[in-house]
C-alpha cells in the first residue's frame, strides 16, 4: 500500500452494553456522555485527523438514536456516515461478512470497537500499515490485566506470532486495543470465513501475516460502570484541552 491510497472506516456500535445497565437500558452504549459529549464523538475526532471520510456504523440497541446521530455527522458535512442496521447481532466478524461491498472502492479499511475511549493516533496507525506488505494491522496497548484481554507477542519485525484470548499465563501485556486497519483483500477474506467473532474465530487465522502497533498514549475499554466512571474522571484532563465540543 501507499500512503495516499484510499481508507474508510467501520466503527462497531451495536452492542447492548449489558454491563452498563441501567444507563445502556435507555441510552445505546455507543452514545454514553463522557465529559457531556456520546463515546461516538471521540472516535469521529480521531478519524478527523486521518484522511477517512467514508464510515459505516452497524447498529441494533436502541436504532433510533444512532440514527439521528448519523443524520447530525452527515449534515456537518466532513464525513458520509452510513447505517448497517442488524435485527439480530451478527458478532464483530458477522458485521464484515455482512457487509463485505463496504472494501470495493477503497484500498484499507480502519476496524473500530466503539465501546473504548482513546487519543489513538489514527493517522499513525495508518502510516505503519502502509509501511509494511502484511494485510493486517493491530493496534495494541500495554495493560495491567493481561489474563482479561486478548494478548499478542511479537517478532522483532513487529509481526504477531501468538495471539491468545484471556490467557491463563500471558506471555507479554500486549493487548488487542480493538483497533485494526485491514487491507481491502482482507476484509473480503474475513467475510468469506462466515465467522462470528473476531477475536476468536478469525484472528488466530492472520498469525504470522499481522503487524502489531503499539499505542503508548491513553486507551480505555468503558464497557464496565466501574471503568466508565474512571473514563469520565480521565477524560477532562486527557481531551479538553486539545479538543472542541461538536456543535
Known sequence: MQSNQQVKALILAGGLGTRLRPITNTLSKCLVPIADRPLLDYWFD????????????????????????????NAE??????????????????????????????????????????????????????????PFT??????????????????????????????KQPKSDLANGGVYVLDADAFREISDMNAFDLGFDVLPRFIGRMR??????????IGTL?????????????????ETPST
Not at 493496534?139 to 513487529?158: N, R, V, W
Not at 466501574?226 to 486539545?242: D, G, H, M, N, Y
Request: charged share 25%; with cysteine; hydrophobic share 40%.
Open 77 to 134: 458535512g466532513r464525513f458520509n456516515v452510513s447505517e448497517a442496521f442488524e435485527p439480530t447481532l451478527l458478532g464483530s466478524a458477522g458485521t464484515i461478512a455482512a457487509n463485505r461491498s463496504f472494501a470495493d472502492g477503497t484500498d484499507a479499511i480502519v476496524v473500530i470497537y466503539a465501546d473504548n475511549l482513546s487519543d489513538v493516533d489514527l493517522a499513525a496507525l495508518i502510516e505503519f500499515h502502509t509501511s509494511h506488505n502484511d
Open 46 to 73: 480521531r478519524l478527523a485527523e486521518t484522511s477517512v471520510r467514508e464510515v459505516l456504523i452497524n447498529n441494533h440497541h436502541l436504532p433510533d438514536q444512532v440514527r439521528e446521530y448519523i443524520a447530525a455527522k
Open 226 to 242: 466501574e471503568s466508565l466512571e474512571i473514563a469520565r474522571a480521565e477524560a477532562p484532563r486527557v481531551f479538553l484541552k486539545t
Open 212 to 221: 502489531g502497533w503499539t499505542w503508548n498514549g491513553y486507551h480505555r475499554d
Open 138 to 167: 493491530m493496534m495494541l496497548f500495554h495493560t495491567q490485566y493481561p489474563e482479561k484481554c486478548g494478548i499478542a507477542a511479537l517478532d522483532s519485525e513487529q509481526r504477531i506470532v501468538e495471539f491468545v484470548e484471556k490467557p
